[in-house]
């Protein structure tokens, strides 16, 4: 029997789904039919119901939805010792997987699997994702953890918890719109993985963790602090140029650049591009905004130059600007990331559980030489 093959799966469909829609060579995204400029303005809240239930919540349902996420943001003490047992020169995502994996065992539904129970069980990650990354980055800092504030939305009170003061309005307007263009993207290699283990029919943690994992790769969610350390290394517009072309000669990867399905601008880096520069204007300080700008333009002239194709920032590149603007560290991107995307990745998990088939694809066997 011949099998279809195409190395690392590209352009294969693997599934239906009715969560995302992308048209990469238009540079269309859509969440639930709609379109990424319009998600740009409703809540995280908003959004992660709909990507969970499939529909808008009316103002009712999203009033008990969000209040929901507010009571569940603590975590116990126990959570708390796992995140100061935890070595603090790794990535906040290696503390954020430790602690989802450490609280799974601690959750009121571990052993029941039903739909229910899924959405109770990734209710508590959306709301404790903020509470695990913000506690981690002050533990590392010596600073006490602080308790959530009710009063904040999902955005606004991880940056409280992070800096320990209320962010502004434009900042945490900021942050939330990350968030939502963060929360889904169709069959990236964090959902697939994700999908893959609950196409197993194990539990919704393993699934997410396993999707936290993928994540962190800089091909993946990684590349964001890669972006932010490349920004930091090179300082100043003047040393672009050197650093593209540095790059391009020594065919090494640019980090926050290419995508496997855009083949133009891809629609989140946009919306980014446009938040970088508002709150670099609102610091009055450029200075990132414009290394990064000058980056994407010497970076196009370079491969239209020289591989006679474009090339164009994806989604992590302007967020990478983004975090340094809201004082994220580099080493708590991923985990940021994160925080935005589990939403869509218990979508994917309930998607997946309700209609399941085990995904199980097959190997091209090539002999090698004895
Ligand atoms: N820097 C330099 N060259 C690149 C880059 C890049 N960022 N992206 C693609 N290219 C080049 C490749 O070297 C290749 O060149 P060639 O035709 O001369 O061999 C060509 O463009 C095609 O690229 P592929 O690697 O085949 O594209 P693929 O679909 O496999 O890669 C990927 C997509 C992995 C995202 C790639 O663009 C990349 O490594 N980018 C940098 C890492 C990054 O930013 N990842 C985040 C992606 S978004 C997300 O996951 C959240």
């Known amino acids: 029997m011949e099998h279809n093959f195409a190395k690392g799966l590209e352009n294969i469909v693997a599934l239906e789904s009715s969560i995302t829609f992308i048209d990469g060579e238009k540079g269309i995204l859509e969440y639930r039919g709609f379109d990424i400029a319009e998600l740009a ?7 992660s119901y709909m990507l969970i239930y499939g529909r808008l919540p009316d ?3 999203l009033k008990s939805f969000s209040d929901e996420l507010k009571e569940l943001r603590t975590i116990s003490d126990s959570a708390f010792n796992v995140i100061r047992f935890c070595n603090y020169n790794i990535e906040a995502m290696d503390a954020l997987r430790t602690t989802i994996s450490f609280m799974s065992h601690c959750d009121p539904d571990l052993n029941d699997n039903s739909p229910e129970a899924n959405i109770r069980k990734g209710m508590r990650m959306i709301a404790r994702f903020p509470t695990v990354v913000a506690s981690f980055s002050r533990t590392k800092h010596g600073m006490e953890e602080l308790e959530p504030d009710p009063e904040l ?7 409280y918890m992070l800096r320990g003061t209320r962010p502004s309005e434009l ?12 929360a889904d993207h169709e069959l990236n290699p964090s959902t697939f993985t994700a999908r893959t283990i609950a196409s197993t029919l194990s539990d919704i943690h393993s699934s997410v963790i396993g999707g936290l994992c993928a994540l962190k790769g800089p091909l993946h969610g990684g590349a964001r602090m890669a972006v932010m350390e490349a920004i930091d ?4 517009v003047d040393k672009v140029e050197n650093f593209v072309i540095g790059k391009v000669e020594k065919h090494e990867k640019l980090m926050g650049f290419g995508h496997r399905v855009y083949k133009t601008y891809d629609p989140r880096a946009k919306v980014y591009k446009k938040l970088a520069k508002e709150i670099a204007e609102d610091r009055g300080d450029m200075l990132w905004f414009d290394i990064a700008e000058r980056m994407e333009e010497i970076a196009y002239r370079e491969f239209v ?10 989604v992590d590149f302007y967020s990478g600007v983004v975090y340094k603007y809201l004082d994220i560290p580099s080493k ?8 935005g995307r589990i939403s869509g990745w218990i979508a994917h998990c309930l998607e997946q559980y309700s ?8 190997a091209k066997f090539v002999r090698s030489e004895k």
């Not at 303005?41 to 959004?47: A, F, L």
């Not at 939305?153 to 940056?159: D, T, V, Y």
């Not at 290394?233 to 100043?236: A, F, M, N, R, V």
């Open 355 to 362: 209609d399941n088939r085990l995904i199980r694809p097959r």
């Open 171 to 182: 900042e945490a307007r900021i942050l939330e719109t990350d968030f939502i263009l963060s």
């Open 233 to 236: 290394e090179i300082g100043s």
């Open 153 to 159: 939305s999902h955005s606004a009170n991880f940056l």
């Open 59 to 61: 103002r009712n349902e």
């Open 305 to 314: 130059g020289k591989k006679g194709k474009p090339i164009y920032p994806n």
């Open 41 to 47: 303005d409703m809540s995280y809240e908003q959004v």
């Open 332 to 339: 708590l991107a991923t985990a940021v990331f994160a925080i």
